[in-house]
Each structure stands twice: as C-alpha cells, then as structure tokens.
Nanobody, 122 residues
Framework: QVQLEESGGGTVQAGDSLRLSCSAS????????MAWFRQRPGKEREFVAL????????LYADSVKGRSTISKNNAENTVYLQMNSLKPEDTGIYYC???????????????WGQGTQVTVAS
C-alpha cells in the first residue's frame, strides 16, 4: 500500500493549462492502475482518466478527452495529468487514486490522495 500526494492545482483563466502531479511514497507495482478523479461543486466524485502502470494503457472521461493527457514516470513513482483548454466546468478538487483493476468506478480504488484544488475562471 502506497501513500499518494497531489500537487499542481491552482487558479487559472479559461483556456489556460495546468499540469497536476501525483507522487507515490513508494514503488507502484506493475499491476497497479493509477487514476484521476475530480469532485466539482455540487457534484459527486467522477472519473477523469486512468493509466495502467505496466502497459501504459489509457482511458479518459468524455468530459476531458482531447484536452487532457495522463502520463507517468516510473522511476519517480509519479503520475501526471496535463490539462489544456481548461473550462470553468473543470473547476473542482482533483484526486489521485491507486487500484488493481481497470475501472472508472471509485469503488475499485483503495488508496487516495488528499486532492488538489483546480479553479478555472471565465
């Protein structure tokens, strides 16, 4: 079991970009799936993107597909979320999570960070 910590959030204008980072305290085993979720104001937590640690297989939510890229650095035990063309609707708390199943459901993830706030102003 690893501990996760997100960083890189902030306040930006619509159309700007942000790069979120999720750092693991220890090794991320090859079987792991790393994912980003977010919770927007007045909404339930939702899936954003995931990456399989070993294969690099990717999956994106429709809401961010084409604007976001999830990537990883194996040596640094870090996963990233590059977000471009940000919209006010992207505002929310972004969470990093680790699991062992290729799933968009938060119930399949057992390790979570504390979240990083992203605010997009119009």
């Amino acid at each position: 079991q690893v501990q996760l910590e997100e960083s890189g959030g902030g306040t930006v204008q619509a159309g700007d970009s942000l790069r979120l980072s999720c750092s693991a305290s220890g090794r991320i085993y090859s079987s792991a799936v790393m994912a980003w979720f977010r919770q927007r104001p007045g909404k339930e937590r939702e899936f954003v993107a995931l990456i399989r640690w070993h294969s690099g297989s990717l999956l994106y939510a429709d809401s961010v597909k084409g604007r976001s890229t999830i990537s990883k650095n194996n040596a640094e035990n870090t996963v990233y979320l590059q977000m471009n063309s940000l919209k006010p609707e992207d505002t929310g708390i972004y969470y990093c999570a680790r699991g062992h199943h290729y799933s968009t459901s938060q119930s399949e993830y057992y390790t979570w960070g504390q979240g990083t706030q992203v605010t997009v102003a119009s």
